[in-house]
Structures are given as structure tokens and as C-alpha cells.
């Protein structure tokens, strides 16, 4: 629980004065109150002439559910959350945080008022203001910063969760570009298929599991993450796909699968690799998908380790060219010489060496051959702590009797500093076995519906060319350490300590900054190191009937007004045009917030999409299905793919420079097993997802705090090590910094290693946060990725003793 009563932080008692009135109003009825969910839970007294009404909205997007929720109000207070149920049995779904916000949204870690900062920043200081003088000060401070240091000082990051549209146009400011946050896998992934922006989504949904005849689940605790899926997997198991989880701590899903094996963290690439051995060798490999559908038989130029091509590629260009304008070859078994890899009439070999223009080349399959010698399934058990034997038997029951899904995730596996090596060796397994592209073949993270079933392709409210967000010079991540001009910071969202590693090294940058604004419905971390704070609704919250859409689990749904804006929070979407206001050019927004919804539809290039208003959404019960769910979504199922070449392009001769135009392993950063910093801190520190919390959010409900107090878990063989018993204290360090929590001891958890949830924040430990031993190095590699480099928050080294 946390330390104090505020449920969010140690604020002083003057910023919640202003909303005392409201909280002695409320008291009876347990605004933030009750003690137990015993007492919670009890069924509502029954009173007089009580209004009482359904209303409809959805829930998160950051965790990819957007359950849509049909919520019982009565006499204008949110009494009852269920799932909408307009879509059918199959889509009616909700978890455990969305039932939470009945008390949740109440809590007492709402920010009440607009507050402005008066003692030094983290130290929680602020009093209440007007969100007249708020605005005033924000606007102001802003445009005085940016006539002194350039339009693009100011940076604004937005969470998954924010509503927001207009905040970084209006400003005219940069967005930090990628986030270095679950693109560890993607970035090794997804240029070999197209798909996924970087970010690994699916090649095909969960509910397609139920064709396959396996699942090998890496580094996936689907059933923490994704809980409102939880029955996809289950419905798997039952229709006969055996269920495979490698993790290295015996996870909730481990625990319902049909074989677990535990694996040494940070060696995902080298099962991955150890497989890929066996199917080469083993002939398990399907040559005509592989010689159709997959750069592997494309030509090489033996000397610079590039792919042949018609002609040289203009650097400076915007884009590739695709293999249409500018071919790849293969080696033409009829006619003995080079052909363009699209000539219908070539019959492509798909190993040797040949003389091509004078130079010697050779298939990008043939290196990968003589790559592939260095792992061997010997090599691969040394690696993993998997015997050679199952590595062998998991490679073939993955060739050989498809088809199967190969589920990666964003857990510790894809936080690692050598996650995109695994990702390339992932699409390298589909690529070979052809498990891609036909019901039960997939790969991917599969987390969330709204991200892996269809999805819809809305379109934006246009605005003119001056308000544009400006081009983002350096990365938000790397701004603590790379000469940058950002002088004012908008989050909106936790920004400054969920999206970054090293938390001390994150504090020092932002205590040189000018100026800091968090918006948010709840008193984050990265609040108290705010000049500004001011209070958005939640989700069930608005000041109008119609508040958003968005594309849920292979449907629209909409946010319409539950209940009125609690306390003096106010949307997003009224914050945003106030401030155009106060710029001058609010002429160029949307005068509602029905406007915007209605201006997505209508701007959609989808025909389905652009024909529907939002009366037709709220007629078929705030909910509207997409085109096609009848079928399970299976991406290529035309053996096309959105890559250069049209197909698997799994030959990276971008990264040749490194060494790893075929997945060529490398030990993670700092967690391996032989780095001498473990004579000093032996323990890997792994922080995952949780059914608990969504990252950092969450933390302030109430509901769920009593069934999970914040503790990092240790295996009682490292518990006894160090004397420690459950419920000690204890101090959890390294070089980077240090907090305190409680200790718990699991035998689910491995040896040599520690496990705790994600962005457990000061206020729900003893001392400190998570965030201050989190590694946040940027390896070299990542700067030639598809979304930059991953910041390696699992890749941590630790110790533990006894505070």
C-alpha cells in the first residue's frame, strides 16, 4: 500500500483544500473510502425515484484491449462496469482493472485541480490554481520559451492511453520519434515481413490459435497481458494445438501450457539459432515456400556481402526502391545465368557460388548455411541451459507438423539490448518452415485484440500547413544525453518515468529543463517533477454525448459521456482548444468533439469506414463490427508481403556493417552470463507485465492494491543466500542507483535472477523506484534499426541484502 493517504504522492495538504468540500460531500457514499472489497462489493441499497441508466465507452487502449463497457449510473455516480455485450458473446470482454474503476476513478489519486508548483521540483509541492491562470501560465511560458530558443523547443509525449489529437501541432513541437519502449523484437523482425511497424504486432489473431496444431510461446506470459483473450487460449488447448511456453521463470502461462521450458534470460536469438540448425540440417525446411516467397535464394555479391541488384540505390532517396523498379537476381538453373528474381520463367537455385558480372557471389541461403555452422544444438544448450535434445525435438514439432504459431512478446525477453537479433532469427524460423500466411501459421506478439485483429484505418481531422509538428532532431531518449534544444516538456501521461531508463541519470536532464507540464487523470511519478499539473478525465468522463473513437478488438468503438467530468478535470480534447484559443487559431479545429469522430470516419480511405456515421455506430450499441471478422484476420495469405522485394526479405544487407545481415548472436549488454559485473551484482532483474496493472498505471486502485502489494520476488535458494525471509525489507541496488521494497520468495522464479512488475513507483515502496536501476544503454546497432535502438530495462544486473 502506499506510504501515505493521498494514494498518489506526498502532496502537501494545501493543493487538495480546494476539493475538500467535494470530498466531505461524497464520504458517505465511499468516494475513496471503503476498507475491504467485502464491504465494496455488497449489493447497492435500493432508494426512491433513483435515475438510474446504462451508458457506453471503452476502456484502454495501452494494453490493446478497448473492451467496450456498458456502465451502470446511478444518480449521475458510476455504480456498476460490465462488458458491452452488443458484439456477441465473443467480444463481450473485461478484466479485472476495468471492473476496478468503479472505485478507481474515484480514488484519491485523481488530481483534483490544476496545480502549479511552488517548492522544488519532486518534492511535491504545489498549490491550487485556476484553469484560467493554469492555461494563462502554460501558453505563455511556452511561446516566451520558444521566441528565445526556436518553435521546436518544446516536446510533447503522449501516451497510448492519451486522447489527445492537436497538442504538438498547435506548438508546433517535436514528439521525441520512436519511444525505445516494445520494439526490441520488432525492430529484428519486422523488416522481414512488412508488418508490425517495428512493434512485432501478429501476423494473425489469437482466435485463429484453434487451427494451429502448435503454439511456442517465447518470452509471451499471454495469460498476464492479455486478459482479456485469456479464452483464446484456452479454446486452443482444447481444439488440439499443443501449447509451448519458454520463459525463464515459470509464469502464469508456463504454468496452464502443455510444456514448459525455463531458459537462461537474454538468449532467445540462441534457441531461435539452435533451431534454425536443426531445420537446415535436418532438411525440415520447406524448399518451395523458401525459394517462392523469401529473399533466401536471392544473389550476393561474395566481397561486400550485398544483394545484387539492377542498379546501384540512390542514398539520398526518401525510400527504397522496390524490387519492381530495381530487381534482385538468382541464379537461373535452366539457362545458367542470372535472372531477375521476378522473370516468371526463371527456375531459382537455391545454394552455390557463381561467377555474376565478373564477380563472385553466391545465395544469401548458402551463407546462411556456413553462418549456421557456428550454432550447433550443443552450442545453442551451452547458451540456453536447454538440452541439445529438446532444442532438436521444439524445431521439429515446429517444421514438421504445422501449422504453428510462434508467439514473441513484450515481456524481459524483448527488453534486452539484443532483442532484435532474436526478432530477425523469429522471421528467419517462419521463413524456412513457411509458418506464415495460412490459418493456425503466424508469428508475432500477440498481445491485445485491438492490434492483432482488424483494424481500422481512420482517418484525421486535417489541419493547415502552420500547425505541423516539428521534426524531432534527437530521440526522447537520448535527450539526457545528446546535445539537444528542448527547453519545455508536455506529457501527457507519465513520460518521465515510464518511458525511460536510469532514473537518476532521466531526473538530472529534467531538472535543467525550463519548463515541464504533465496532464493526466492521476498523480503520476513523473508529476511531481512538473512545474504544472492539470487533471483530464478518465475514459468514462465528458462534457459531451460523444467523446472518441477507436479501433478495439476487430471493432469501432465508441466513448460516449457516462458521467460528467469529476472533481475540475476536463478533456483532452477542451484543454486542446483552449490552448488553440489562447494561440489564436482554435478556427482550425473542431468545434466538438462529434465533429473530430465524424471527421474520421468521413476522411477514412476505407470506403466500409467512410460510409458509416456515428449514429450508425450508436444504433448498433455504441459498438460497429469491421469488414471481414466473420474469418479470423490472416495476414500474406497471397504469399505478398510489404516488404522491398514483395517477399520475406530476411537477408538485411542494411545492417551489413554490423555484422548482421543474417541474425549473426551477441550476448545482451549487461545480463549474460559471464559479464565480471556479476561478482558485484549477480542478480538479472526482470520487470514484466502484470494482470495488476497496465505499466504504470493502476498502481492508486484501490480494489486491486489489496491483492498485490509491490515486492521483488526472489527464488528461496537466493532468499536463504542472503538471509533474507518473506516480508523483510529489503535494499534492491547497482551502480545506477537504488530503492527498497518488500521481499517475497517464489520458486517460480529462477535461480541467479529477481522478478518484479513494471513501474512500481515511489509512493508503493519503501523507497525509491523501480526506474533507478533500470539500464538504459544505447548500442550502436540500434541506430540502423527500423524504430531505433530498444532501452534494455530487463538487461539489469542487481543486488539484494537486507535493508
Given amino acids: 500500500m502506499p506510504k501515505n493517504d493521498t494514494g498518489g504522492s506526498s502532496i502537501t495538504r494545501r493543493v487538495f483544500m480546494k476539493g475538500a468540500a467535494f470530498a466531505a460531500g461524497t464520504a458517505a457514499v465511499g468516494l475513496g473510502g471503503a476498507a475491504g472489497y467485502d464491504t465494496w462489493l455488497k449489493p447497492a441499497q435500493a432508494h ?16 490493446g484491449g478497448a473492451c467496450p463497457m456498458a456502465c451502470k449510473v446511478r444518480d449521475g455516480r458510476l455504480v456498476q ?32 485541480t490544476p496545480l502549479k508548483r511552488v517548492g522544488e521540483r519532486g518534492s511535491s509541492d504545489f498549490v491550487a490554481i485556476s484553469w484560467d491562470e493554469a492555461l494563462d501560465l502554460m501558453v505563455d511560458t511556452i511561446t516566451d520559451l520558444q521566441k528565445q530558443h526556436g518553435k521546436d523547443c ?8 492519451s486522447l489527445a489529437q492537436f497538442m504538438a501541432p498547435l506548438f508546433g513541437a517535436q514528439t521525441g520519434g520512436n519511444g525505445g519502449i516494445d520494439n526490441g523484437t520488432g525492430n529484428g523482425l519486422d523488416p522481414a515481413i512488412g508488418h508490425g511497424g517495428g512493434y512485432a504486432y501478429a501476423t494473425g489473431e489469437a482466435r485463429d490459435w ?30 488440439g494445438a499443443k501449447m509451448v511456453t519458454v520463459d525463464p521463470h515459470f509464469s502464469t502461462t508456463a504454468g496452464k501450457s502443455d510444456q514448459w521450458i525455463p531458459i537462461v534470460p ?17 532438411k525440415w525446411y520447406d524448399e518451395d515456400f523458401v525459394l517462392q516467397h523469401t529473399a533466401l535464394p536471392y544473389l550476393v555479391d561474395a566481397k561486400t556481402k550485398k544483394l545484387v541488384r539492377d542498379h546501384a540505390e540512390d542514398p539520398n532517396a526518401e525510400e527504397p526502391e522496390t524490387g519492381e523498379k530495381n530487381p534482385f537476381f538468382v541464379w537461373d ?44 544444438l550443443e552450442w545453442a544448450s551451452e547458451k540456453t541451459g536447454i538440452p541439445a535434445d ?28 539484443n532483442a532484435d537479433i532474436g526478432g530477425h532469427a523469429a522471421a528467419l524460423l517462419a521463413a524456412l518452415t513457411g509458418n506464415i500466411g495460412k490459418p493456425g501459421a503466424h508469428v508475432g506478439v500477440f498481445v491485445g485484440g485491438a492490434w492483432n485483429g482488424y483494424s481500422a484505418s481512420l482517418g484525421a481531422w486535417e489541419l493547415p500547413e502552420q500547425l505541423a509538428a516539428a521534426t524531432s532532431k534527437v530521440a526522447s531518449y537520448d535527450l539526457k544525453y545528446q546535445d539537444n534544444n528542448v527547453r519545455a516538456f508536455i506529457c501527457l501521461g507519465d513520460a518521465i518515468n515510464q518511458k525511460y531508463g536510469n532514473q537518476n541519470k532521466t531526473i538530472e536532464w529534467v531538472k535543467k529543463l525550463d519548463f515541464i507540464v504533465t496532464i493526466d487523470a492521476y498523480f503520476t511519478e513523473g508529476a511531481k517533477w512538473s512545474d504544472l499539473v492539470l487533471p483530464t478525465t478518465s475514459r468514462f468522463e465528458n462534457d459531451e454525448e460523444i467523446g472518441g473513437i477507436a479501433s478495439g478488438y476487430n471493432h469501432l468503438v465508441l466513448q460516449a459521456k457516462v458521467i460528467d467530468p469529476l472533481f475540475e478535470a476536463k478533456t483532452e480534447f477542451w484543454i486542446e482548444r483552449e490552448i488553440a484559443k489562447r494561440l489564436g487559431v482554435d478556427q482550425h479545429l473542431p468545434k466538438t468533439a462529434r465533429e473530430l469522430v465524424e471527421a474520421k470516419l468521413a476522411n477514412s480511405e476505407d470506403p466500409y469506414l467512410a460510409a458509416l456515421t456515428v449514429d450508425d455506430i450508436v444504433k448498433n450499441g455504441y459498438l460497429y463490427p469491421l469488414e471481414g471478422i466473420e474469418k479470423p ?18 537477408y538485411y544487407d542494411n545492417l551489413v556493417e554490423f555484422g548482421q545481415e543474417l541474425p549473426a548472436y551477441e550476448d545482451c549488454n549487461e545480463a549474460y552470463a559471464d559479464n565480471p559485473l556479476r561478482a558485484q551484482y549477480p542478480l538479472q532483474l526482470a520487470n514484466v507485465r502484470t494482470r495488476f496493472r497496465i505499466h504504470n498505471q493502476f498502481w492508486d486502485a484501490r480494489w486491486t492494491q489489496q491483492f498485490y502489494e509491490p515486492y521483488v520476488e526472489l527464488n528461496p535458494t537466493d532468499m536463504q543466500a542472503r538471509g533474507l525471509a518473506a516480508g523483510d525489507t529489503v535494499e534492491v541496488l547497482n551502480d545506477r542507483g537504488s530503492f527498497k521494497c518488500k521481499v517475497k520468495g517464489n520458486e517460480a522464479v529462477r535461480p541467479d535472477s529477481a522478478r518484479m512488475y513494471e513501474a512500481a513507483t515511489s509512493d508503493y515502496l519503501v523507497e525509491g523506484n523501480l526506474q533507478n536501476v533500470t539500464n538504459d544503454t544505447m548500442i550502436e546497432r540500434g541506430y540502423a534499426l527500423m524504430t531505433g535502438p530498444v532501452i534494455p530495462f530487463s538487461d539489469t544486473l542487481v543486488e539484494i541484502k537486507k535493508a
Fill in 390 to 417: 529438446t532444442i532438436k525435438t521444439l524445431a521439429q514439432e515446429y517444421a514438421c507438423n504445422g501449422p504453428a504459431s510462434l508467439a514473441v512478446g513484450w515481456g524481459g525477453s524483448d527488453k534486452m539490448a
Fill in 266 to 282: 537474454g538468449t532467445d536469438a540462441a534457441l531461435f539459432l539452435g533451431m534454425v540448425t536443426a531445420i537446415i540440417d535436418n
Fill in 333 to 376: 538453373q535452366s539457362s545458367s545465368q542470372k535472372r531477375a528474381y521476378t522473370d516468371a520463367a526463371a527456375k531459382p537455385t537455391l545454394k552455390g557460388t557463381f561467377t555474376v558480372d565478373g564477380a563472385s557471389c553466391t545465395t544469401a541461403f548458402s551463407l546462411l548455411e556456413t553462418a549456421q555452422k557456428h550454432y550447433t
Fill in 154 to 161: 518544446v516536446l510533447v509525449k503522449q501516451s497510448t492511453e
Fill in 210 to 239: 484453434t487451427n494451429a496444431n502448435m503454439v511456442l510461446m517465447v518470452g509471451s506470459n499471454f495469460l498476464e497481458s492479455t486478459l482479456p483473450q485469456v479464452r483464446l487460449f484456452f479454446e486452443a488447448k482444447e481444439a
Fill in 48 to 63: 426512491a425515484q433513483s435515475d438510474e441508466h446504462l451508458a457506453y465507452t471503452y476502456h484502454q487502449l495501452h494494453c
Fill in 81 to 112: 462496469v460490465q462488458p458491452n455485450e452488443a458484439g456477441g458473446d465473443r467480444y463481450a470482454t473485461i478484466c479485472l482493472k476495468g471492473l476496478s474503476e468503479v472505485q478507481h476513478i474515484y480514488g484519491k489519486g485523481r488530481i483534483q
Fill in 633 to 650: 484476420r490472416t495476414a500474406y495469405e497471397d504469399g505478398a508481403f510489404l516488404t522491398t522485394s514483395g517477399r520475406m526479405d530476411v
